[in-house]
Structures are given as structure tokens and as C-alpha cells.
């Protein structure tokens, strides 16, 4: 049994700035909803999966604006003929039937991990479609991530092994990693002079931020202890920020995302 799970608004973004422009006979723009298309029929066609849904941000802000003013701050807003997509994108889905989820607080990866925890309760194996590489802390023996890579058309399968080998920790280190260093994507700052190398060094020594500051004495060199211990409610903070709430209970069911109760187009049945 296996769950299909498309972090919509995160394909309908990449596939806007990796496909040309296009338009239909109206001018409409419609590239980034012909990439959303493709990749979601790809994946079905492939995975043949037994329950599917897609999950949107919800439109306000988060837990995580509550709790730290400049999350997201350095954003820029969507252009104008990628906002008007969003819409159309919203109506295939819904032509199709397929089951979308929006919670109120949350973000689309928190309900996707969420998501995926309740289906691995269940014993069904989940794919997140989603470039959210936050999503890669949930990921285990049930719950793969399919990424694009540098082409659009091309994809990356993160398994644990995979987690490990691309990023250098495992999964469950991945929250630790990005409180280290940082993640522009969404304004965490990171401790100061961490970069990536670094902070996989300090967790592949230390294991988890906790033994990081409990052994401080044990880090050299000494500037990087300093400003360790320095930053310590800083790193802290950044790892609430990009920790999951995978243990969220959804307004949905699995049941409810059955991929029987699809109406797919002609071939996909």
C-alpha cells in the first residue's frame, strides 16, 4: 500500500521558474500548471499509488511567524502570472477529484509529515513530492521524498541512505544540521561562521545539538566553541523553527484520499 502526497504549491513554484513561458489561446499563462500537471500524472502513472492528496500552505501566518518575526522575511512575492496559476492549478486538482489539505497554523511540509506519520502507522509506505529539503527529516524505511534535481524532468528518490550521502547526515539530524547552519530559504540565521561542512563535522562527532552544547568544552577550535556558546538560544530556536509537527492530528483520513475515488484521465484508470 503506498500514500502519494504532493506539497502542491512548492511543484507549481519550480516548475514556473524551470519551464518557459506558456499560454493558452486567452493568453492565460500556464506553464507552471502544465509542470504541476506532468509531474503529479508521472508520479501516479509510476507509482501506481493506493491513496493521493495534495497539500497547500495555508493562506496566513504560522506558528513560526508567531514565535520569530523575520521567518520568511527576506521573501519576495510572487509574480503576478505565478499567483494567477495557483488558482488554475487549484481547479485541475479539484476537476480531478483529488483530495487537498490546508491547516490552519501550519505549513504544507508540516501537514505532509503529519501525513506520512499516520499513514506509517497505518503500514503504508509514503512519497512526498515536494523540493522542501525540511521534509527530508521525516524521511525512513516507509516514507521516501522525490525531489527535481538541476532539470526539472530529472528526479531524486531520497531514501535514509540517500539523506546521508547528499547531505551528510541522517535524517533525523537534518533539523540539528540546518539550526547550525542556517537556511536562507527561510531566514534562519544559523550560528555565525557554520557553514554546512562544519556542521556536519559537529554532528557527525556529537550527534545531536544537545551533545553539541553538553560536550562545548570538547570543541575546538576555540572561536568556534565561543561563538557556540554565544548562540546557543539562537540554534536552539533555529531548530524549532524547521522541526516538523509531524505528530499533528489532520482534518483528513487516509480513507478519504483513497486513489480509487480519482477521476483520472482516460489511461490512468
Not at 479539484?94 to 504544507?108: H, M, W
Not at 538541476?150 to 533539523?175: K, L, M
Not at 553538553?214 to 538560544?233: C, F, N
Amino acid at each position: 500500500m503506498k500514500l502519494v502526497a504532493l506539497d502542491a504549491l512548492n511543484v507549481i513554484h519550480r516548475a514556473y521558474h524551470a519551464i518557459p513561458h506558456l499560454s493558452n489561446s486567452q493568453g492565460i499563462p500556464v506553464n507552471a500548471v502544465m509542470g504541476m500537471l506532468n509531474i503529479l500524472l508521472k508520479v501516479v502513472e509510476d507509482e501506481q499509488p493506493d491513496y493521493i492528496a495534495c497539500v497547500f500552505d495555508y493562506p496566513g501566518p504560522t506558528f513560526r511567524d508567531e514565535a520569530y518575526a523575520e521567518y520568511k522575511a527576506n521573501r519576495l512575492p510572487a509574480p503576478p502570472d505565478l499567483s494567477s496559476q495557483i488558482a488554475i492549478a487549484r481547479e485541475v486538482i479539484e476537476a480531478f477529484s483529488i483530495p487537498t489539505l490546508e491547516v490552519q497554523g501550519l505549513e504544507a511540509d508540516d501537514v505532509l509529515a503529519a501525513l506520512a506519520r499516520e499513514a506509517s502507522e497505518e503500514g503504508i509506505d509514503s512519497l512526498l513530492v515536494s523540493n522542501d529539503r525540511d521534509l527530508l527529516q521525516v524521511v525512513n524505511e516507509r516514507v521516501c521524498v522525490l525531489a527535481s534535481g538541476r532539470r526539472f524532468d530529472d528526479v531524486i528518490v531520497y531514501t535514509p541512505e540517500e539523506v546521508e550521502s547528499r547531505v551528510g547526515v541522517a535524517p533525523e539530524q537534518v533539523p540539528d544540521l540546518k539550526a547550525l547552519m542556517g537556511d536562507a530559504t527561510d531566514n534562519i540565521p544559523g550560528v555565525p561562521g557554520v557553514g554546512q561542512k562544519t556542521a556536519v563535522a559537529l554532528l557527525k562527532t556529537f550527534g545531536t545539538l544537545e551533545e553539541i552544547y553538553r560536550r562545548l568544552e570538547e570543541v575546538e577550535p576555540a572561536r568556534l566553541r565561543d561563538t557556540l556558546s554565544e548562540q546557543r538560544e539562537k540554534a536552539f530556536q533555529g531548530r524549532e523553527l524547521v522541526r516538523l509537527r509531524a505528530e499533528e492530528t489532520l482534518p483528513l483520513s487516509l480513507k478519504d484520499c483513497e486513489a480509487a475515488n480519482i477521476n483520472w484521465p482516460r489511461g490512468l484508470e
